[in-house]
T-cell receptor
Framework: DTGVSQDPRHKITKRGQNVTFRCDPI?????LYWYRQTLGQGPEFLTY??????LEKSRLLSDRFSAERPKGSFSTLEIQRTEQGDSAMYLC????????WGTGELFFGEGSRLTVL | SQKIEQNSEALNIQEGKTATLTCNYT??????LQWYRQDPGRGPVFLLL?????KEKRKERLKVTFDTTLKQSLFHITASQPADSATYLC???????????FGSGTRLQVQP
């Protein structure tokens, strides 16, 4: 158990609806990453935050996706006008890179599984 | 193009044997490489990190090697147990992006 909670664990929605996922990390994790994973594939990077600042976004993150991390604590990932191709597991992964970039392990949450009908 | 390749076919071995999983990469110059374990329906769990200037790292029954000339990492589980059955993911950190890039993983099945 990494202590990272994600909510909801499962979400089934109709195409065109908006969905929001929340991630609550352990407070001392200064960096927070969002990944997306589809069946049989490894996690794909979406975006990351250094405290409250969003520093990088993948080209996978279209304009329909927005992420926030107010006050550098919890984070939300919103998908607007969902499409069937958005169906995936959305993983939050805080990290504490005390030794510099890439040296810290990612503490993945259990993920939020999205099914778009 | 950049690629991280892990054997997509499942690896089936007998309990007590050593499992060896391969991670090959092209067009990357990773500074660090990490290995994760993922069980069905769960998030990945960190196992080991190895730096580009390290050739080998061990942790209990786990051993990771990193050959930057061959552009390959090997992940070994000695005295494997059925509880080791899972998907194992390798992930690279390279200076071009401040985030780990993952391979697609290899599923390991340890038969009792």
């Amino acid at each position: 158990d990494t202590g990272v909670s994600q909510d909801p664990r499962h979400k089934i929605t109709k195409r065109g609806q908006n969905v929001t996922f929340r991630c609550d990390p352990i407070s001392e994790h200064n960096r927070l990453y969002w990944y997306r994973q589809t069946l049989g594939q490894g996690p794909e990077f979406l975006t990351y935050f250094q405290n409250e600042a969003q520093l990088e976004k993948s080209r996978l993150l279209s304009d329909r996706f927005s992420a926030e991390r107010p006050k550098g604590s919890f984070s939300t990932l919103e998908i607007q006008r969902t499409e069937q191709g958005d169906s995936a597991m959305y993983l939050c992964a805080p990290s504490l890179d005390s030794g510099g970039w890439g040296t810290g392990e990612l503490f993945f949450g259990e993920g939020s599984r999205l099914t778009v009908l | 193009s950049q690629k991280i390749e892990q054997n997509s076919e499942a690896l089936n071995i007998q309990e007590g044997k050593t499992a060896t999983l391969t991670c090959n990469y092209t067009n990357y110059s990773p500074a660090y490489l990490q290995w994760y374990r993922q069980d069905p329906g769960r998030g990945p769990v960190f196992l080991l990190l190895i730096r580009e200037n390290e050739k080998e790292k061990r942790k209990e029954r786990l051993k990771v090697t990193f050959d930057t000339t061959l552009k390959q990492s090997l992940f070994h589980i000695t005295a494997s147990q059925p509880a080791d059955s899972a998907t194992y993911l390798c992930a690279l950190f390279h200076t071009g992006r401040r985030a780990l890039t993952f391979g697609s993983g290899t599923r390991l099945q340890v038969q009792p």
